[in-house]
Nanobody, 126 residues
Framework: QLQLVESGGGLVQPGGSLRLSCATPGFSSDYAAIGWFRQAPGKEREGISCIGKGDGSTFYVDSVKGRFTITRDTAKNTVYLQMNRLKPEDTAVYYC???????????????????WGQGTEVTVSS
């Protein structure tokens, strides 16, 4: 059974950093596009970053561009989201998801993603 396991969330002060991990036990993360989504209380789940299948392309939503970095460690079957200069508005539950059916690259469309992790909570507060 394909699954994703997230970790790395927590409480951090504004301006701080966290690194989220998305492990893909049972399949190589290379065989899927991996996306990071987040859902703040009372808001829709939004895509914030993804790393492409087959080409390693990376994309970011404007609100995190320049602060967040997505990377893939194929040896560990893990995708990371390094989050720097965190803001209170980054507070949300963060989910990683895998799109195994995409041929190449990645997209932010929730409906494209087949497998979802359980989520990890990030709170940015002083």
């Amino acid at each position: 059974q394909l699954q994703l396991v997230e970790s790395g969330g927590g409480l951090v002060q504004p301006g701080g950093s966290l690194r989220l991990s998305c492990a893909t036990p049972g399949f190589s993360s290379d065989y899927a596009a991996i996306g990071w989504f987040r859902q703040a209380p009372g808001k829709e789940r939004e895509g914030i970053s993804c790393i492409g299948k087959g080409d390693g392309s990376t994309f970011y939503v404007d609100s995190v561009k320049g602060r967040f970095t997505i990377t893939r460690d194929t040896a560990k079957n893990t995708v990371y989201l390094q989050m720097n200069r965190l803001k209170p508005e980054d507070t949300a539950v963060y989910y990683c998801a895998a799109d195994v059916s995409i041929i190449r690259g990645c997209v932010f469309m929730r409906g494209e993603y087949d497998i979802w992790g359980q989520g990890t909570e990030v709170t940015v507060s002083s």
